[in-house]
C-alpha cells in the first residue's frame, strides 16, 4: 500500500497536532522543520536515544517496537502519514520508550524539542492533540494485552492484518510486511504465524507474493479476529 499524505494543502494537511493552527504559524512550523528521507530498513531511533525531535510523516510507513534483552522484538504498532512518532519523549525530555524502523520507503519532516516546545507555549491547544495522542497509545496497549488474554494466535494474526489494511474499502490490500514483521506484531513465532497465514490462504482470505500479503477477504478476517464486521 503506498501510504502518503494528502497533496490538497501544506505539508501538515491532515496532521491531527496542527489543525488548530492558523496558518501563518503552520508555515512556520514547515519553516523551522528539516525534511527527512529514510529508506525500507532503515533504524529512525532507538529505543533510550534522547528524545529530541518530533517526526512528521509524509508518506511511507514506520514501525514502532520494543527489544527483549534476548534481542527478540515487539512491534507495538505502524505509523503511517498523517500522523507523528516521537511526541511522548518531546514532552517529559525523556529518552526515547521505543525504537523506530521504516518498514516503506519514508519521507518526513522533524521538528526539533526546543522548535516543538516553543509552539507548545505559544499554541496550548496543540497539548490537546498530544493528550489525545497519549490516551490512544494507553488504550493501543490495553487492547494489545487483552489480545494475548483472550485471543488465540491466528486471532491475534487476523486483527493485526485488519489493523494494517486500515480504512481501505479496496476488494483487494496489499500488505508491505513480511512474516518475520508480522510474527513481532502478533506476538507469535514466525513458524506458528506462517501457520496461520497458510490457514488463512487456504481459505482464500489473502495470499501471498513473496513479501506482500494480499488480503482478498477483509470480513472473514475481522469475524476470525472478534471484530465487527462492518
Not at 488548530?20 to 501563518?24: A, N, S, Y
Not at 502478533?186 to 501457520?195: K, W
Given at each position: 500500500?503506498?501510504?502518503r499524505?494528502?497533496?490538497?494543502?501544506?505539508?501538515?494537511?491532515?496532521?491531527?497536532?496542527?489543525a488548530?493552527?492558523?496558518?501563518?504559524v503552520?508555515?512556520?512550523?514547515?519553516?523551522?522543520?528539516?525534511?527527512?528521507?529514510?529508506?525500507?530498513?532503515?533504524?529512525?531511533?532507538?529505543?533510550?536515544d534522547?528524545?529530541?525531535?518530533?517526526?512528521?510523516?509524509?508518506?511511507?510507513?514506520?514501525?514502532?517496537?520494543?527489544?527483549?534483552?534476548?534481542?527478540?522484538?515487539?512491534?507495538?504498532?505502524?505509523?503511517?502519514?498523517?500522523?507523528?512518532?516521537?511526541?511522548?519523549?518531546?514532552?517529559?525530555?525523556?529518552?526515547?520508550?521505543?525504537?523506530?524502523?521504516?518498514?516503506?520507503?519514508?519521507q518526513?519532516?522533524?521538528?526539533?524539542?526546543?522548535a516543538?516546545i516553543?509552539?507548545?507555549?505559544?499554541?496550548?491547544?496543540?497539548?490537546?492533540?498530544?493528550?489525545?495522542s497519549?490516551?490512544?497509545?494507553?488504550?493501543?496497549?490495553?487492547?494489545?494485552?487483552?489480545?494475548?488474554?483472550?485471543?488465540?494466535?491466528?486471532?491475534?494474526?487476523?486483527?493485526?492484518l485488519?489493523?494494517l489494511a486500515?480504512?481501505?474499502?479496496?476488494?483487494?490490500?496489499?500488505?508491505?510486511?513480511?512474516?518475520?514483521?508480522?510474527?513481532?506484531?502478533?506476538?507469535?513465532?514466525?513458524?506458528?504465524?506462517?501457520?496461520?497465514?497458510?490457514?488463512?490462504a487456504?481459505?482464500?482470505?489473502?495470499?501471498?507474493?513473496?513479501?506482500?500479503?494480499?488480503?482478498?477477504?477483509?470480513?472473514?478476517?475481522?469475524?476470525?479476529?472478534?471484530?465487527?464486521?462492518?
Open positions: 500500500m503506498d501510504h499524505m494528502p497533496d490538497n494543502g501544506d505539508a501538515l494537511t491532515g496532521v491531527d497536532m496542527f488548530g493552527l492558523e496558518p501563518e503552520r508555515q512556520r512550523v514547515i519553516a523551522t522543520a528539516v525534511p527527512r528521507t529514510y529508506r525500507k530498513g532503515q533504524i529512525i531511533f532507538v529505543e533510550h534522547p528524545g529530541e525531535s518530533l517526526i512528521i510523516l509524509k508518506r511511507g510507513a514506520v514501525a514502532i517496537f520494543r527489544t527483549a534483552p534476548t534481542g527478540e522484538r515487539a512491534v507495538l504498532t505502524v505509523v503511517r502519514p498523517p500522523d507523528v512518532l516521537g511526541e511522548v519523549s518531546l514532552l517529559d525530555a525523556s529518552a526515547r520508550s521505543a525504537s523506530a524502523e521504516a518498514i516503506e520507503d519514508c518526513a519532516l522533524s521538528l526539533s524539542r526546543s516543538f516553543d509552539l507548545v507555549h505559544a499554541n496550548p491547544r496543540i497539548l490537546d492533540a498530544v493528550m489525545r497519549v490516551g490512544a497509545l494507553i488504550r493501543r496497549l490495553t487492547e494489545q494485552n487483552t489480545d494475548h488474554v483472550f485471543l488465540d494466535l491466528p486471532g491475534r494474526v487476523a486483527k493485526t485488519v489493523r486500515g480504512e481501505s474499502q479496496a476488494p483487494m490490500i496489499t500488505i508491505e510486511l513480511n512474516q518475520s514483521q508480522l510474527a513481532e506484531m502478533a506476538g507469535g513465532s514466525r513458524q506458528s504465524v506462517n501457520q496461520a497465514i497458510g490457514s488463512f487456504s481459505r482464500g482470505w489473502l495470499r501471498t507474493e513473496g513479501r506482500r500479503i494480499v488480503v482478498t477477504d477483509l470480513q472473514a478476517l475481522r469475524r476470525r479476529a472478534g471484530m465487527s464486521v462492518n
